[in-house]
């Protein structure tokens, strides 16, 4: 439904307005932009230099994994707070993934909703995602092709994040929601497998670089034990950063562990507000 949120889409060159024009996404100054046939449109200037970001491995695990309900209590709480912005203004989630959370959303909501991700296999997943959804891909860490103060809220989940860039899009009043992992989050699996460990000053870093152009309104902590099996296990590795630290030894160390396996899960969601 790219239709719905060209309004807030910018050219990434000239950072001009876009106009829909058949399967094309173009400026004044000529530049173009093909739709692709699943739905999104790749609104890159350039190669990101972090990467391209997920793999069509890695989009597939989390899908599975997602779908079936284990982070059910991170996208209710999610949903939760973006509720509180007017519900037919735009909302967008950056570094969306599969826009799982972003879907959740919007169905508690009337207006449009944005997915942005440097992914092209996360774009065309999110593409799909929900009935209001337009996926776009762009870099988190660049420039968002996004027209200044267009966003009623956004929202970033377990993804990387500019403030710079949130605050410029956000508009003022607006709501960004960020949920980060807990220090304790999947901590016997991260113990079990060698997993990469959560920065215990994760919260504390998030708070300093956004508290120049935000103010936070409120923090929640979810926090519950679950069961996963092996092809759980396996799925949540894959989707993740340790799915480019893995080797062929996953399934054997997966293999190895019990076949259902308690996990803690927990995250912090932070509601802020744009000053």
């Keep these: 439904m790219l ?27 000529g530049h173009s932009f093909d739709v692709a046939r699943q739905g999104y449109v790749n609104l890159l200037p350039r190669r990101p230099a972090t990467g391209t970001g997920d793999s069509a491995t890695m989009v597939q695990a989390r899908a599975s994994f997602l779908g079936r ?20 203004e735009p909302v967008a989630e950056i570094g969306a993934g599969t826009a799982y959370y972003l879907a959740h959303a919007l169905e508690e909501r009337r207006g449009p909703g944005l997915a942005a991700d440097v992914s092209t296999y996360a774009a065309r997943r999110a593409a799909r995602a929900h009935q ?7 870099d988190a860490w660049t420039r968002l092709p996004l027209a200044d103060g267009c966003l009623g809220g956004a929202m970033v989940a ?5 403030g710079g860039e ?19 989050h999947l901590v016997e699996l991260r113990t079990a497998l060698s997993l990469i460990a ?3 000053r994760k919260q504390e870093r998030l708070e300093e670089s956004l508290g120049g152009d935000f103010e936070l309104v409120e923090r929640r902590a979810l926090r519950w034990s679950a069961t996963f099996d092996h092809a759980d296990v396996t799925d ?3 989707m993740g950063p340790n799915a480019r630290h893995q080797g062929e030894s996953l399934h054997e160390q997966v293999a190895g562990l019990a076949s259902a396996f308690r996990v803690t899960v927990s995250g912090v969601v932070h509601v802020l507000q744009r000053r």
């Design 198 to 200: 959560v920065d215990p």
């Design 69 to 88: 309900g284990h982070y059910q209590p991170f996208a209710t709480a999610l949903a939760a707070a973006m509720a509180q912005v007017p519900l037919d």
């Design 3 to 29: 239709s719905d949120v060209v309004t807030l889409l910018r050219c990434p060159h000239c950072g001009g307005e876009l106009q829909l024009e058949q399967q094309q996404l173009r400026c004044e100054q």
């Design 132 to 138: 209001r959804i337009g996926s776009v891909v762009a």
């Design 236 to 238: 949540l590795v894959l």
């Design 158 to 162: 377990f993804a990387p994040r500019s």
């Design 166 to 184: 949130l605050a410029r899009v956000v508009a003022a009043g607006g709501r960004l929601v960020v949920l980060v992992p807990a220090p304790e």
